[in-house]
């Protein structure tokens, strides 16, 4: 475990023990997912990791989305428009 300290340009610097230890290399694309106080970095590899984390994210987005959306109140709101 290490601390951070984020720059005023909103960039922090992962530690070296753990570029090391994961080889994460200058370059490497990262999707970041944030919620509540916890932040993930998660390493993308390939265009075809990037794809697949895009859409996992819109799917998940739709389910929380319709729990609240998808009822009868929210159908007869739009009903006219």
């Not at 080889?23 to 075809?48: C, Q, S, Y």
């Not at 794809?51 to 007869?76: I, V, Y």
């Amino acid at each position: 475990m290490s601390i951070i300290t984020m720059s005023t340009k909103g960039q922090i610097v992962i530690p070296k023990e753990i570029r090391e230890k994961l080889k994460i290399h200058k370059g490497a694309n990262f999707t970041v997912i944030g919620r509540d106080n916890i932040l993930i970095l998660k390493r993308i590899d390939t265009l075809d990791e990037l794809m697949l984390e895009k859409t996992a994210s819109a799917l998940l987005s739709e389910k929380s989305f319709a729990k609240d959306w998808d009822t009868p109140e929210e159908d007869e709101a739009w009903k006219n428009l």
